[in-house]
């Protein structure tokens, strides 16, 4: 669930997401969401503003699972070492929503506050979901238009003090630490391309192996033959061999757990000069495949620059997301039976749907609130994970249940 949910924390709602419809079917009753749900450092918060968040997130995390085609039929009930991956789930999202609290509660320290045009946009896009959601779908939620108005509050809030807090880190990351090597290379792949009668892919047989190989080899023999090899256009010459080959450029750095160039290039790149072609078809520790590799910069400066960037920007998220889990363990929280009552299980299930050809807005990116797995309010737009579009041509969240 970590990684996947990583995946959904990567920027804040857009007002716009709660101007489109949320449609359900099957049962219609809900929870009263004027209840408290939790009360942290002495702030209550209900079940209509917790309950959407939670929903919310819940349609996200399905959408997503569509998107990387995965299935949906049997996520939120399977088993987990505590429990259930719901229970998971809700336990996730409640320390998310907890901390969208203590970050709005930090607004006088940080000097954040909503403008006029704020406050009258949001009540105009909390009005409008009101407007576009049925009664039987709002009774599901328990949401209100008061509770759709702190929620797009929360997400202003958080975007605001996160970024100041991550202007106030200071961390660094050395041209060492960043180091980037850069290489080109072709892939002469040695996978079979025939299924057995039971769908199997059929190993290559070793002749056919020899000619992947010599394929390779007429793409160094070209490279070599081009008279400048540092500079020559190894995906041209490729395609002269095989229209179906194509060059690679691809860099990487020490102990990057994380790049595509497999240990065997890195190796040999190791040997080389910058603009030096290997003499040699290496073939894939990973793969087995065919490589024509050359070794562009040992050094690549703009590649170097634009990794400690990024490095640069995890650190200072590894340290807001410290702070945060800090906060939340000073913080003084506690949650009722009503909330306690909320199941997160596959019989109750909440997707997105967005226009077909709808021009959507661009999200601001902001930090999770949440360290250990990313399932915070924080997620990305509904309208980007590509689901269907309803008969009313608007977003929407279709909760169902049995």
């Not at 909503?114 to 709002?138: G, P, Q």
């Not at 078809?281 to 590649?303: C, H, M, N």
């Amino acid at each position: 669930m970590k990684k996947l949910s990583a995946k959904l924390a990567c920027g804040l709602l857009a007002v716009s997401l709660f101007t489109a419809s949320l449609s359900g079917c099957g049962k219609t009753t809900g929870p009263d969401g004027t209840k408290e749900a939790f009360e942290i450092d002495g702030e209550s918060v209900n079940i209509g503003t917790a309950n959407f968040l939670l929903r919310f997130q819940q349609a996200t995390m399905m959408s997503y699972y569509s998107m990387f085609g995965q299935g949906t039929g049997a996520i939120f009930n399977s088993k987990t070492e505590d429990g259930t991956y719901g229970q998971g789930f809700k336990k996730d999202v409640l320390d998310s929503i907890e901390k969208m609290y203590l970050l709005k509660a930090k607004a006088d320290d940080y000097q954040v506050s909503l403008s006029d045009d704020e406050v009258k946009k949001i009540d105009e896009a909390a009005a409008s979901f009101m407007k576009a959601n049925s009664n039987e779908v709002k009774e599901k939620l328990g949401v209100s238009k008061k509770n759709v108005s702190e929620i797009l509050e929360l997400y202003t809030y958080q975007s605001k003090i996160s970024s100041k807090i991550l202007d106030e880190i200071e961390v660094e990351v050395s041209d060492d630490e960043a180091a980037q090597t850069s290489v080109t290379f072709v892939k002469v792949s040695t996978e079979g391309t025939k299924k057995d009668k039971d769908g199997k892919t059929i190993d290559l047989t070793k002749k056919e192996k020899a000619k992947k190989k010599e394929q390779a080899q007429q793409v160094l023999d070209k490279v070599n033959a081009s008279g400048d090899p540092a500079n020559a256009d190894m995906d041209a010459l490729a395609k002269e061999v095989d229209k179906d080959l194509a060059a690679t450029q691809n860099n990487y750095g020490k102990d990057d757990e994380e790049t595509t160039v497999d240990e065997a290039l890195q190796k040999a790149a190791s040997k080389l000069q910058d603009g030096q072609v290997n003499q040699d078809i290496i073939e894939g520790k990973s793969d087995g495949a065919y490589y024509v590799l050359r070794l562009d910069k040992t050094f690549d400066q703009e590649k170097t620059e634009a990794k400690k960037q990024l490095m640069i920007s995890d650190k200072k998220q590894d340290k807001y997301n410290k702070m945060l889990d800090e906060w939340l363990k000073k913080a003084d929280t506690k949650t009722t039976k009503d909330w306690d009552k909320l199941r997160v299980i596959d019989n109750d299930v909440y997707t997105f749907k967005e226009q077909e050809q709808q021009e959507q807005p661009t999200q601001p990116q902001v930090p999770s609130t949440d360290s250990s797995s990313n399932t915070d309010s924080s997620s990305t737009d509904s309208q980007s994970t590509g689901a269907e579009s309803s008969s009313n041509g608007s977003t929407s969240v279709d909760g169902q249940s049995d």
